[in-house]
């Protein structure tokens, strides 16, 4: 690992912080260290190609991860979705050579987060979901019926009126 770049990198950190015009927002957690790292991503469509226009990141985690992240919203300026989603964490650490073995998994957290807002996206495309409506297909017959039991079984969602 060159650590230099990493000493870099980690003075200057580039993309820290949230953004909160951002269109789509990953976050993951690293189960090696109980680190976090959140991710947000903005499109632009720059002639006819919806492309990264920008991206930040937010890290509760160790220095490794800061520097990758930094790097990784870097990177990614100017891809598609796709050529983003294609990204390994050895390619968004590259910069800083090869990371040594206990540090692998931070490079991984940085693609997981990345990927996580990347299909965030996608995820969010479609309609967005209905405001929850109280109880309509399954609980009210049942409770209304057995409140006793439905009380006592701790398996009926109870929904207040607001
Ligand atoms: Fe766990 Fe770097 S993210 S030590």
Redesign the pocket.
């Known amino acids: 690992m060159d650590e230099q770049k990493l000493q870099d990198a980690i003075a200057n950190p580039q993309n820290l912080g949230e953004m909160p015009d951002a269109d789509a927002v990953g976050t993951v957690g ?1 189960p ?2 109980g ?1 976090m790292l959140r991710m947000w991503i903005k499109y632009a469509d720059k002639e006819g190609r919806k492309v990264i226009d920008k991206a930040s990141f937010q890290s509760f ?2 220095q ?2 800061i520097a990758v992240a930094s790097l990784a919203t870097q990177m990614i300026q100017g891809k598609t979705r796709e050529e983003a989603l294609r990204l390994k964490a050895d390619e968004l650490s590259a910069d800083l050579g090869p990371l040594p073995p206990m ?1 692998i ?2 490079g991984q ?1 940085v693609e997981g987060a990345l990927k996580a807002a990347l299909e965030a996206e996608s995820a969010t495309a479609p309609l967005p979901t209905p405001a929850p409506s109280p109880a309509t297909a399954t609980g009210p017959t049942l409770a209304d019926s057995l409140p006793g039991a439905a009380a006592s079984s701790g398996r009926v969602k109870i929904v207040f009126d607001t």
Request: charge should be negative; hydrophobic fraction near 15%; proline fraction near 0%.
């Open positions: 690293s090696d260290c680190d985690g160790c490794t991860a540090k998994h931070c957290m």
